[in-house]
């Protein structure tokens, strides 16, 4: 015969009308077997009866108590059996007890243990279960928490979330990924960052846990060899990753691609843009005048991101154009400077639209100037109807800005229009494009009223500097 | 009241090293120039070698695939097998 000790253990609150019913159950247990009761709200209820009291919810925490009464049967310090709600045959079979409350229903659901009320849960969780975490704790005494992140260098520029075990915990809720997975080495540190990482990252910058597989994404993309995190962190340039979401996704997290797009005011824009700098800033160790060494910059690289416009929109997606399946859930990074409007209220074909648009990108960073930056044709939606009602489709209009922008030698040589710079050598004769084969990216978004369109410039492309990357985004 | 809050950073710490001894002479050392492909920089590592030369130097030349990345391992390797010293070149 075993000698280890069985007992039992019973789990109930006052407030649950099935807890008020089993009382008489649980003094008939009591008179014949080790019974311990552990009581959540009341540490009175049942009376008479000594119940421990888990108002704090550690037992019901740690025991994974979902439903009050529960009845659980512990040989030493295992359970071997458990009794939910209430149920006669299986609290006589749980508690070796036969006849057990004959005067009650055969049987009666319980109620939901606090335990797991959402508002305690997350909380309990980082109380009593965060031992899924790695990353240092820091602790705050008599500092204050917003100041206390300023001094540590952690901000940039703007109050922080403070990244506590609860919202943390929380914020992991948003991924499948282990939390100590790695993303991504991110530079220029060249560190290695966890998913727990990236989320610290993302409280901090205020994101909620259903924005972090778009904070994930958008760090793989930009540690990749492709988009070259490192160059576009260090150059004298204004650029900064600029984030276009695609697919599904953007609506379930209720992200903008409508007015004011790259304007303030929605919550998933704006943090999911800035968790990734502040990635790179406490993770990679990038800060403007250490290794960030831009003459400007320029605002979006607090954040920039944006989701496209795919319902309203005569193109197929971005993503899908770039070779993702369509309804693709993708996120593409672009190294851009700040967004620059195109006004044309007066054009109502597409060829005169085109032309508009390609005397504008014409610009990006000098007229003179061919073959080193990409750029951002973001397109309003009065502009897009324009190319919908004429039936031009993405392809269409890129084919036609590349021919458009066919730019005569003369006009580029260094010293040509009393301007020294341009491009060096004897171009008489010659036509240079302005865009590589693949240097346009066409979106759409924007929304009301407004015959307008945003270029937004790129920086050095292709091998010497970026290419943009697009990322499925992963749940 | 005690608050913890996690640790945003990678939680490294850059580890120190002494500089090398500083050259006591240039003659019969080999100096490396390392071009990272800016505009110019040829001209201005064309001077230099120039110079080191005239001092007794022999000059190795390299490059860097493109400025905006770090340089391979591979070729900071071989700089390090092969030179003495070595400059690198900003230029524009």
New interface residues.
Partial sequence: MSDVQTRLVAVVKRDCPTCAMVVPVLRQIAGSQPLTIYTQDDPDFPPEMGPVDDSGLEFSWKNKIETVPTLVRLEGSRETDRAIGWHRGEWESVSGVAGLGSELPEMRPGCGSMSVEPQRASALRAQFGSDI?G???????AED?FE??WDRG?SDGLPLV????QR?LDMLDGTRRRPDEIVAV?PP?L???SV??VA??AV?AGCKPEYLPVVLAAVEAACT?AF?M???L??TMPAGPVLIVNGPIRRRIGMSSGINVFGQGNRANLTIGRALQ?VVR????GKPGEIDRATHGNPGKLSFCFAEDEEGSPFEPLATSRGLPPLSDAITLFPGEGPRCVVDQISRDPESLARSFAVNLRTVHHPKLVLVFDAILAIGPEHARIFREAGWDRARLTERLHELLQIPGEELMRGADGIAEGVPGDLAGARLPKFGANGILIVHCGGGAGLFSTIIGGW?GG????RPVTQPIEP | ????????????TPSRRARLERLETLSGVTVGLLDI?KPRGDLFLDRLQERLEEKGASVRRYRK??????APVDLRQQVAVECGAVIEALAD
Avoid: Q
Avoid at chain 1, 162 to 165: A, H, Q
Avoid at chain 1, 463 to 466: C, N, P, T
């Fill in positions: 975490l990353a240092r704790r820091v602790e705050l005494d928490d206390a992140m952690w403070p990244p506590t075990e943390v991110v540190a560190a290695e960052c727990e990482k610290i990252n901090m060899d070259n490192h160059g576009l260090c150059t502040l406490n993770v990679g160790g050095a091998d010497i500097g970026s | 009241m005690k608050r913890y809050i996690l640790d945003p950073t990678n939680e490294t492909s695939p493109t400025f905006t990345k770090p």
